[in-house]
Every structure is written in structure tokens, then in C-alpha cells.
């Protein structure tokens, strides 16, 4: 079955704090994404890469970076985490050329900043 | 960024009503596409369409891309339990995934 893992749930982390949210996926896709997803606002692209070593900004990148130093594995960094970035964090794989609107997500990281 | 035009909202229905929900855009999208997301899940695709006046069926529900090629519907018919979550609309074009806000269904107890 194929999978995109998270490899946190929830996560509660203190203002100021360097956070790392990691995501696997087995599918070999060459294109990861980090949205994150707040009540009445939907999926919000935060980065996103089309290959190993590779990054671009979505559309709310400030506050955040990324890391593909794998095809598997994307990596989102909160630098100096906020409570404005208290939010639930999906992140997806698609493959590229054909299909690669066709996104799989992983079951999320509920992230609390206090 | 962008973001399609969803609605409604949220709907609270009875067990076995139908639902309809739509998403709308100024842009011209080449494809649309409808996700559900279950409670604690990621959005997983139910639909795709790729061609303007496109029906598609899976099951109980059916997605219809516009003529105009600016819009979507999803309809689904005698909901159940477990049709309750997040449905999201996409459209999809030049590269680029643009998504609505989500339409919640609460079915009543």
C-alpha cells in the first residue's frame, strides 16, 4: 500500500524553539508539498520541490524553510517557531508528468506553539 | 495565492439526504478535482475530470466539470455516516494546484 508518513501526529513546542517536521513517502515521486491547514482557510502551499536538493516557495514560505537532500524524504523547518504557526501540517507526493495533479497526502502533524 | 470559490461552508444533513456542493473560479483550469478528508486524516482523491462537460461517477457520487471550464459540482446521493469530513475542490492547470476552502458535512444524530 502506498504511503506518505509524518513522522509526528501532534508535537507541542515552545515560542522560539527550532522545530522539524519530517515526511517519508515510498512512491518514488519526484514532487513533495508542505501545506498547511487552518479551519475556514483550507490548504495553504507553504513550499514545495520537484527534485532531490531542489525547493521553491508557495505560496506562506515566511517563517519557514525546506530540505530534499532524498527523493523519499522532505523536510519542513520552522526556524524560530511562533504561535501564529500553531496549525495542522499535511504534507503530499505526487509524480511528475502525467498525473502529477493527483496529490498524496500523509495523515498530518497537529503542531501546537505555546 | 488563489483560492476557489467553495461552497457551502458546511451542510448538516439527515442520513440518506443528498448533498451537492460547487466550487467556482475566475481562472480556466484544464483539470478538476474533489478530495475528502476524514477526521484526523490527510485529503485522499475521489474524483478527477479532465475535460470540459465531463460527468464522472464513483459509487454515490458524481462530479461534473463546467462547461466554461471554471467551475465544478460534486453531488452525492443517500449520504451515510461515514461520508462525514472536509470535501476539497481543486483546480488544477499550467503546473499549478489551486485550492478551495473546503465544505464540512455534519450528518445529524
Known amino acids: 500500500d502506498v504511503k506518505v508518513t509524518q513522522s509526528s501526529r501532534y508535537l507541542v513546542k515552545r515560542t522560539g524553539e527550532k522545530v522539524f517536521l519530517e515526511c517519508v513517502q515510498d512512491m518514488d515521486h519526484e514532487n513533495m508539498f508542505w501545506y498547511r491547514q487552518d479551519p475556514g482557510l483550507g490548504l495553504r502551499l507553504i513550499y514545495f520541490?520537484?527534485?532531490?536538493?531542489?525547493?521553491e516557495k508557495g505560496d506562506i514560505p515566511e517563517g519557514y524553510s525546506v530540505s530534499r537532500e532524498k527523493k523519499e524524504r522532505f523536510s519542513l523547518i520552522l526556524e524560530s517557531a511562533s504561535t501564529n504557526q500553531t496549525s495542522m501540517y499535511l504534507c503530499?507526493?505526487?509524480?511528475?508528468?502525467?498525473?502529477?495533479?493527483?496529490?498524496?497526502f500523509g495523515s498530518g502533524t497537529q503542531l501546537s506553539v505555546l | 495565492g488563489q483560492q476557489l470559490n467553495q461552497s457551502p461552508q458546511s451542510m448538516f444533513i439527515q442520513e440518506g439526504e443528498d448533498v451537492s456542493m460547487n466550487c467556482t473560479s475566475s481562472s480556466i483550469f484544464n483539470t478538476w478535482l474533489w478530495y475528502k478528508q476524514d477526521p484526523g486524516e490527510g485529503p485522499v482523491l475521489l474524483i478527477a475530470l479532465y475535460k470540459a462537460g465531463e460527468l464522472t461517477s464513483n459509487g454515490r457520487l458524481t462530479a461534473q466539470f463546467g462547461i466554461t471550464r471554471k467551475d465544478s459540482f460534486l453531488n452525492i446521493s443517500a449520504s451515510i455516516p461515514s461520508d462525514v469530513g472536509i470535501y476539497f475542490c481543486a483546480g488544477h492547470s499550467n503546473y499549478q494546484l489551486i485550492w478551495g476552502a473546503g465544505t464540512k458535512l455534519i450528518i445529524k444524530p
Open positions: 503530499a507526493s505526487s509524480p511528475s508528468g502525467e498525473g502529477d495533479e493527483k496529490l498524496f
Open positions: 520541490s520537484y527534485d532531490v536538493k531542489m525547493k
